[in-house]
């Protein structure tokens, strides 16, 4: 069965400090026919002369430097990955996270034995008791789906997966976000297939670091700011395959954050009233009255509610 080659795709920008005992960890792999491919990002560290060590001791790693013909960011060195993958299955992975020595053989037999689109398993902290990936992994409670996935019920992290390649590769990581990426990558995906299982098994140790993105979004206004255009974008990508219920919650999503922010963070306000309106006749006018009494008086939550039980039926 090793005869299928495994591509896992690692973009990275100056982690020389920290990418060797993330490839460390793939050298120890129990499942022996992979490759990998690391993207630099532009690194102004040692990354390259590490690498170089690294291709010597063994040549299934491979280093490419992202080309101008895909924007900056880890999304832009993604997808020049999957370009360049030359393997059955795709493995997306981080340059400073660590894979268990099972990691890809536990996907591997997976998507074999139960002969599907993708994989998903369980990351941990590697270094925090912290729990908070738990809420992810509600497979016991919800079902695959787009709709269950769009509006996070179910959730899972980038490097949890194992996807077929032509399946991942039919799909692109937008080099337009900054944050959200994976959300609308894995949106779209869900979108195209449903064919998946759940290995309720940890096989992934993430790093928790204190200055991370994550880290950086203390207040909640932040997170939720920095959310917005990945919806946007997943909501606009979509929008044809997208049920009118999963529809009018990402809107509600929007015009909700957008109310409870000291300032407009709609994209593109003209083009979210014009899709507000299709989905809620008449709601142009209300949504610019709701803004007013808001910036103004710091009124208008009987507005917001009333978009709440229209677009949500409640």
Request: proline residues 2%; charged residues 25%.
């Amino acid at each position: 069965m090793e005869s299928y080659l495994v591509s896992v795709i690692i973009p990275t920008y100056n982690r020389s400090h920290l990418i060797g005992e993330t490839l460390d960890s793939i050298m120890l792999q129990t499942y022996d026919n992979w490759e990998c491919i690391i993207v630099d990002d532009g690194s102004i560290d040692y990354t390259a002369e590490l690498l170089g060590f690294y291709i010597q001791i063994d040549d299934r790693f491979k280093f490419f430097k992202r080309t101008k013909n895909y924007l900056s960011g880890g999304n832009g060195a993604r997808n020049y990955g999957l370009n360049l993958a030359k393997g059955d299955y795709i493995i997306f992975f981080d340059s400073d996270d660590l894979m268990t020595k099972d990691h890809i053989e536990v996907k591997f037999n997976a998507i074999v034995n139960h002969k599907v689109d993708y994989v998903i398993t369980r990351t941990k902290f590697l270094n925090s008791t912290d729990k908070s990936m738990d809420r992810y992994y509600k497979f016991d409670q919800y079902k695959v789906n787009p709709n269950n996935y769009i509006l996070q019920k179910i959730n899972w992290l980038t490097y949890d997966t194992l996807v077929k390649a032509s399946l991942a590769k039919s799909i692109l990581f937008n080099e337009r976000l900054h944050t959200g990426q994976e959300y609308n990558y894995y949106s779209k995906l869900i979108s195209k297939s449903t064919r998946c299982t759940f290995i309720d098994k940890v096989v992934t140790l993430r790093r928790k670091h204190a200055k991370s993105k994550q880290g950086k979004l203390k207040l909640e206004e932040d997170k939720i700011k920095s959310s917005i255009p990945s919806i946007w974008e997943t909501f606009l990508e979509l929008n044809p395959l997208l049920s009118e219920k999963t529809r009018k919650h990402l809107l509600f999503k929007i015009l909700d954050a957008n109310y409870h922010s000291k300032e407009t963070i709609i994209p593109n306000l003209d083009k979210f009233k014009k899709k507000l309106a299709i989905e809620f006749p008449g709601s142009v006018i209300l949504f610019s009255l709701m803004m007013f009494s808001k910036r103004n008086f710091n009124k208008g939550y009987f507005l917001r509610n009333l978009f709440k039980r229209k677009l949500l039926n409640h």
